[in-house]
């Protein structure tokens, strides 16, 4: 079965600081991961994912098959990163191809 | 504007009275899928829908029910709520349920208090 860790629940750095949020998968398949971001009394939004090797407001991550890692890092912190973070998997169950969620990560970037 | 919308945003009910929380969305999106988040434990997959008529159990679907008569809406049924059914709910759309270019599309969740 497939599972996604975070190893954090709070994070607290400074503004301009570097951050780096965790996250460890484990799937027997090929991975799909993607970063979901929740501000404060919003919905969940995509912030990135794998495939696309892209950055968003400053973020990127890159997948690691060797260590299992998809770790999110931006290297100078802004207030408005303050929220919720969740790592995700996308993997195949029969026809049903699921989004399994780490815990989240609850990022506070202080001033 | 393309959303997900969950009606209603704040539900409080007392154990046993049967409930709907609705979701609807304005994309033409083949996939919708409930998940509840609580603390400490993410956010975990109730049911979910891969077109109309066509709806499967995720990893905690114990008393919930969905349907899927049309392709937009895709609401979440409490038969008879209890109080471990106190959560918030999201409800989640996207185009299909496989590709890389189909994220899933968040509504702004339902926050459900059973007393």
């Known amino acids: 079965a497939q599972r996604v860790t975070q190893p954090e629940k709070l994070l607290s750095v400074f503004k301009g600081a570097p951050v780096e949020l965790k996250c460890n998968y484990s799937y027997s398949g090929s991975p799909e991961l993607f970063w979901y971001v929740q501000y404060s009394r919003q919905r969940l939004q995509l912030l990135l994912r794998?495939?696309s090797r892209e950055s968003i407001k400053g973020f990127t991550a890159d997948l690691n098959k060797g260590e299992t890692s998809f770790h999110l890092k931006k290297p100078f912190a802004q207030e408005e990163d303050s929220a919720m973070y969740y790592c995700?998997?996308?993997?195949?169950?029969?026809?049903?191809?699921?989004?399994?969620f780490g815990k989240g990560t609850l990022l506070t970037v202080n001033p | 504007e393309a959303q997900v919308t969950q009606n209603p945003r704040y539900l409080i009910t007392v154990t046993g009275k049967k409930l709907t929380v609705t979701c609807s969305q304005n994309m033409n999106h083949e996939y919708m899928s409930w998940y509840r988040q609580d603390p400490g434990l993410g956010l975990r997959q109730i049911y979910y829908s891969m077109n109309v008529e066509v709806t499967d159990k995720g990893d905690v679907p114990e008393g919930y029910k969905v349907s899927r008569k049309e392709k937009r809406n895709f609401p979440l049924i409490l038969e008879s709520p209890s109080p471990n059914q106190t959560s918030l709910y999201f409800c989640?759309?996207?185009?299909?349920?496989?590709?890389?270019?189909?994220?899933?599309?968040f509504g702004n969740g339902t926050r459900l208090t059973v007393t």
């Open positions: 995700a998997l996308r993997s195949k169950g029969g026809s049903n191809y699921k989004l399994t």
């Open positions: 989640a759309s996207s185009i299909t349920s496989d590709g890389v270019n189909s994220p899933l599309h």
């Open positions: 794998h495939i």
